[in-house]
C-alpha cells in the first residue's frame, strides 16, 4: 500500500513541477484593480508588453475598478493559483485597505504571493500660487502657531495623500481638515479655484498643474528631493519620519507555483532595469524599486503594520 502512495505523490509533484516548466502555454491576465488612463494602467500596459515578449505568450490586461484597488484584488485573490491571473497592487490594495475597509474580503498578506516591488512615487504637497504659504518654512510656522486652518484636499477617504495628511497633523498638532475628492482633477481643480488651502496629491497628476503656473509645490513626500523638482524640499525636512510613498507591486494568488513565481519576478525585475523603462517612470517622477520576492514579502508586512496604525489613529473609514 505505501508503494502505491509513495508513487502516487511521486506523480504528482512530477506533473505539477513538469506543469510550471511548461508554462505559459497561454495568456496571462493581468488585473489592474484601477479604471483604465490612470498612470497605474499606463505603467501596466508598457509592462504588459514587455512581459508578453519575454513570456512569449499575450499579457491581457483587464481592468476591475473599485473600493480602492479592492475589487480587482479580490478578485485575483479568489483566482485559481496557476500563473495565468496576477495583479498590479498598491499601497492602496495591499497595505491599506484591509484596515481601512471593514468588509473587505481578502486578506493582503495570507491570500497573495508577492513577486516583486515595481516602483516608487512621492506625492506632491501644493498650495494655490497666490497663498501666503510660500515655501516649507512658512508651512512649519503656520502647523506650529496654527495660525490657518487648512482645508487639505486629497483624491479621496483612505488615500495615500489622506493618510499622509493625518501623519502630519499628528506628528505637527497643525490645524488640518480633510477634504476627500473622488479623484485628482476635481481636489486639483477647487484647489486652483482657492476652495480649499492646501493639497495631497500623486506625483504625476499635481506636477503639471505646479509646470502650469497654476499651484506651488511645497514639499515632495519622499525620503529625498525629487530630481525632477530639485528646488522642492522633500516634507521629513520639516518632520522627520513624515514620508510617505505610492509604490506598486506584483503579485499572484498564493498558492501558485514556485517555479511560476520564480519565472515571473526574474522576467519583471529584469524589465524594470532596462534604460527604456527607467526613462519612462522617471518622466512621471516614479522610480523603479524592483526587489526579490522574499525582501517585498517582509516589506509588504511591514507596511500594512505602519499602515494600519496611521488609519487608526485617523479614524479613517471608507466601505462603499
Do not use: C
Amino acid at each position: 500500500m505505501f508503494p502505491r502512495i509513495a508513487a502516487l505523490l511521486l506523480s504528482l509533484f512530477v506533473t505539477g513541477s513538469t506543469f510550471a516548466q511548461a508554462w505559459p502555454t497561454g495568456p496571462v491576465k493581468l488585473v489592474v484593480p484601477f479604471p483604465p488612463g490612470g498612470s497605474v494602467d499606463t505603467y501596466a500596459r508598457l509592462m504588459g508588453k514587455q512581459l508578453a515578449e519575454r513570456l512569449g505568450k499575450p499579457v491581457v490586461i483587464e481592468n476591475r475598478a473599485g473600493a480602492g484597488g479592492s475589487v480587482g484584488s479580490e478578485m485575483v485573490a479568489r483566482s485559481k493559483p496557476d500563473g495565468y491571473t496576477i495583479v498590479w497592487g498598491t499601497v492602496s490594495s495591499h497595505a491599506i485597505n484591509n484596515s481601512l475597509y471593514t468588509k473587505i474580503r481578502y486578506d493582503n498578506i495570507k491570500d497573495f504571493a508577492p513577486i516583486t516591488q515595481l516602483m516608487e512615487q512621492p506625492l506632491l504637497v501644493v498650495v494655490p500660487v497666490n497663498s501666503p504659504i510660500q515655501n516649507l518654512t512658512d508651512l512649519q510656522r503656520v502647523l506650529q502657531t496654527r495660525s490657518m486652518h487648512l482645508r487639505t484636499g486629497t483624491p479621496g477617504v483612505g488615500t495615500t495623500g489622506h493618510l499622509t495628511m493625518e501623519l502630519l497633523k499628528k506628528q505637527t498638532g497643525g490645524d488640518l481638515t480633510h477634504v476627500g475628492y473622488k479623484g485628482s482633477n476635481p481636489m486639483l481643480t477647487d484647489l486652483i479655484g482657492g476652495h480649499i488651502d492646501m493639497g495631497m496629491d500623486n506625483f504625476p497628476s499635481a506636477v503639471v498643474q505646479v509646470r502650469g503656473g497654476k499651484l506651488r509645490a511645497i514639499a515632495v513626500t519622499s525620503e529625498k528631493r525629487s530630481p525632477l523638482l530639485p528646488d522642492v524640499p522633500a516634507l521629513n525636512e520639516l518632520v522627520p519620519g513624515a514620508q510617505a510613498v505610492a509604490w506598486q507591486g506584483m503579485f499572484a494568488p498564493a498558492g501558485t507555483p514556485d517555479e511560476i513565481v520564480a519565472r515571473l519576478e526574474r522576467e519583471i525585475i529584469a524589465i524594470l532595469r532596462q534604460p527604456d523603462y527607467v526613462a519612462a517612470l522617471a518622466e512621471s517622477g516614479s522610480t523603479p524599486t524592483p526587489k526579490p520576492r522574499a525582501e517585498f514579502s517582509n516589506f509588504v508586512k511591514a507596511e500594512t503594520a505602519r499602515w494600519s496604525e496611521i488609519v487608526k489613529a485617523s479614524g479613517a473609514k471608507a466601505d462603499e
